[in-house]
């Protein structure tokens, strides 16, 4: 599966292969229980954020990925938001530090 990642100008396109999506169940599985306590976006704090929200914050540790030239987190936060946004195919990063700007299509 490819995921369009789009950050202000720059436009690449990320292929997460099934097999890792599938083989990913528990470190996303982690990731929720991890936001289950509530997550920070911005100045506010979420007690229960929604799917999309935890796909931002996803966003955002794929942002800060990318930036570090971390492979292996930028295909695992691709891959969370894939899992949980069932038809995505595009995701335009906010990187002015607002998660709530990032829209997935």
Known sequence: MELNIIIDDYSMDLNIPESFIASSDEAFDRLD?????????????I???????????????????LE???????L???AYI???IPGVQR???????ELQGTVFE
């Open 33 to 45: 229980q991890n936001m289950d306590r509530g997550i920070q976006i911005g100045r506010q704090w």
């Open 47 to 65: 007690e229960r954020p929604s799917p999309r929200q935890r796909c931002q914050v996803a966003a955002d540790k794929l942002l800060t990925a």
């Open 68 to 74: 570090t030239d971390n492979e292996s987190l930028a």
């Open 76 to 78: 695992l936060s691709a």
């Open 82 to 84: 894939v899992s949980r």
């Open 91 to 97: 995701v335009r990063i906010d990187n002015s530090g």
